[in-house]
């Protein structure tokens, strides 16, 4: 299997840009989380989909951003309109069920700079 | 609220030695724990799980403990190797069991030959 695969691995943006990041989870997880990643902050979770429904999405920060899952291989994070505030790594995970007790699979993460 | 804590210092040690990383947390009471692996530019990599009724795990040249009563899990690299060199991060399940992770801080440990 190719991992979790995401899409751009660098995105350079406009203040005020909507970005769109893209995710393809391992075949047969039904659990898919974004999480966002920086130095400050460290990682942390934004939304949860299970069975590619949004289980949690109290990680999110306000309503300029947004996930959708349409089928179990794709998933994508939209941020409209993007601040300068939002540049930091976002990272794709999947796991295969639910429970916690299997690790995840990370993607290599999309790196946005927001200028 | 519930809290990780990890030493955001780096820890230095000599190729050969035993390396020991520390998770602390606050306000859990976890029915397990994991610990990640990250690279500079690379995502996370799961390494351990442990469960809350085990008290050690072990895989290869790695050594997890579990102390719930202490509220700590350590984690060992015995024979460390430069290759070791990366950040570790801890994981506690949000709401103490169920899917969703929170990540601690992480340690970057380096090993030098």
């Known amino acids: 299997d190719a991992g979790v695969i995401q899409s751009p691995r660098h995105e350079v943006t406009e203040m005020g840009q909507e970005v769109t990041l893209r995710c393809k989870p391992i075949?047969?997880?039904?659990?898919l989380f974004w999480y966002r990643q920086t130095m400050m902050r460290g990682l942390e979770l934004l939304i949860y989909?299970?069975?590619?429904?949004?289980?949690?999405d109290s990680g999110m920060p306000e309503d300029r951003f947004s996930a959708k899952m349409p089928n179990a291989s794709f998933s994508t994070l939209k941020i409209q309109p993007s601040e300068p505030r939002d540049s930091a790594v976002y990272f794709c995970a999947s796991s295969p069920r639910q429970g916690g007790v299997v690790g995840y699979t990370f993607g290599s993460g999309t790196r946005l700079t927001v200028v | 609220s519930q809290k990780i804590e990890q030493n955001s210092e780096a820890l230095n040690i000599q190729e050969g030695k035993t390396a020991t990383l520390t998770c602390n947390y606050t306000n859990y009471s976890p029915a397990y724990l994991q610990w990640y692996r990250q690279d500079p530019g690379r995502g996370p990599v799961f390494l351990l799980l442990?469960?809350?009724?085990?008290k050690e795990k072990r895989k290869e040249r790695l050594k997890v403990t579990f102390d719930t009563t202490l509220k700590q899990s350590l984690f060992h690299i015995t024979a460390s190797q430069p290759a070791d060199s990366a950040t570790y991060l801890c994981a506690l399940p949000r709401g103490d069991a169920g899917n969703m992770l929170t990540f601690g801080g992480g340690t970057r440990l380096m090993v030098k030959p």
């Open positions: 989909f299970n069975n590619n429904v949004p289980i949690d």
């Open positions: 442990i469960r809350e009724n085990e």
């Open positions: 075949s047969g997880h039904n659990s």
